[in-house]
């Protein structure tokens, strides 16, 4: 049974708007406030998506007349807004990454089970086609037993559109933190919980202070399966992001922008192999009339969905607050094993 959400959003910027987009296609959600610190892009956005303008942030968390709250704003400022809608007794979905630190995120998810409340991340690219079909892929066995991951992301920081974003008091990181992140999320998604991080950063291309070029990453988790990932602020050849699932009976590839996912199997190990390419059509139409844009709003409809039903009890494909801090302690550690690592081998010579 569909039943109806009644949200406020907190952030008018480019993804508040994607996201106050996806919630106007749901007819069982309703956006009944929003809020910015520009009051003239507050009102811009009300007159376009809907909601009555709360000129601050404090009142709409309180507003009597919301069950859940989306916090579309810069990482630094997620804590405090979290903290104040959970105690407030409303629902949460918050922009990715959940804090700029592991303790900021500890936080959140300690305001939640105090006020009983749902807390999620914002990792969409878990709604994806291409994510989604490598998830039914591999759960289906088509692979074998999956053995260990390996994936990548990256794109030229020339391309950031807000000078924040390689702001270290605003962001706590660099690549790993952004692009990343979601990279972080999805390789921690199918390779399960993960008991060991180890990690290397590079920050010499473009120096921003506090936030690294290139992070690298190899993850064990408690089964002993490993996963390797790079996140890359340096990728010259423009956007890529790609997840390879490996099992003891074939690989399961899957692509964003373009969409693609390709599973290569074989029945028996060592046998011959046959090779499946799932294309999305309708996805690609979508993306080349409208641009990227359009598949990221489709998939804030499916976590929108997937958000509401999980604060009902259902299990969804929806990320959580604990993932949401696994994500951040998996760019911390790697960022400070780099660090240890530095160090000693600065002692050494």
């Not at 990482?75 to 990454?97: D, N, R, T, W």
């Not at 690298?216 to 423009?238: D, Y």
């Not at 964003?256 to 090779?275: A, D, H, N, Q, Y």
Request: aromatic fraction near 8%; glycine fraction near 8%; hydrophobic fraction near 40%.
């Amino acid at each position: 049974m569909k039943m109806e959400i009644r949200l406020g959003l907190i952030g008018c910027g480019e993804i508040g708007a994607l996201r106050a987009a996806a919630i106007k296609r749901l007819s069982t959600r309703q956006l009944v406030a929003v809020s910015d610190v520009d009051q003239d892009r507050a009102g811009t956005f009300s007159a376009k998506y809907g909601g009555a303008v709360e000129p601050d942030w404090r009142r709409l968390v309180q507003r009597d007349d919301l069950e859940a709250v989306v916090i579309s704003t810069p990482p630094h400022l997620h804590a405090q807004m979290c903290i104040k809608a959970l105690e407030s007794g409303k629902h949460v979905l918050c922009e990715k990454p959940l804090g700029r630190t592991p303790e900021e995120c500890r936080e959140i998810l300690e305001a939640a089970a105090q006020n009983d409340r749902f807390i999620a991340t914002g990792f969409n690219y878990r709604f994806y086609p291409s994510i989604q079909k490598a998830r039914a892929l591999l759960d289906s066995g088509i692979i074998g037993e999956l053995d260990h991951v390996r994936s990548y992301a990256g794109y030229s920081a020339k391309d950031h559109n807000h000078p924040w974003l390689h702001d270290v008091e605003i962001m706590g990181g660099g690549a790993l933190r952004d692009n990343g992140i979601h990279l972080i999320d999805l390789t921690h998604y199918f390779l399960g919980d993960v008991a060991e991080v180890k990690g290397f950063t590079r920050d010499r291309v473009w120096n921003f202070k506090g936030c690294e070029d290139n992070g690298f990453a190899l993850l064990r988790n408690q089964a002993g399966k490993v996963a390797s990932l790079q996140a890359s602020w340096t990728e010259w050849r423009g956007f890529r992001f790609l997840v390879e699932l490996y099992g003891t009976r074939g690989c399961i590839i899957a692509s964003c922008f373009p969409m693609m996912t390709k599973v290569i199997s074989t029945s028996e190990l060592g046998g011959r192999t046959k090779s499946k390419t799932h294309f999305f059509p309708l996805v690609h139409l979508r993306e080349h009339l409208h641009s990227y844009r359009w598949v990221v709003t489709q998939s804030f409809v499916e976590e929108l969905d997937a958000f509401a039903r999980a604060i009902r009890g259902e299990t969804t494909a929806i990320a959580t607050g604990f993932d949401g801090l696994r994500a951040v302690e998996i760019a911390a550690q790697s960022s400070t094993s780099s660090d240890e690592t530095e160090l000693a081998y600065a002692s050494a010579n």
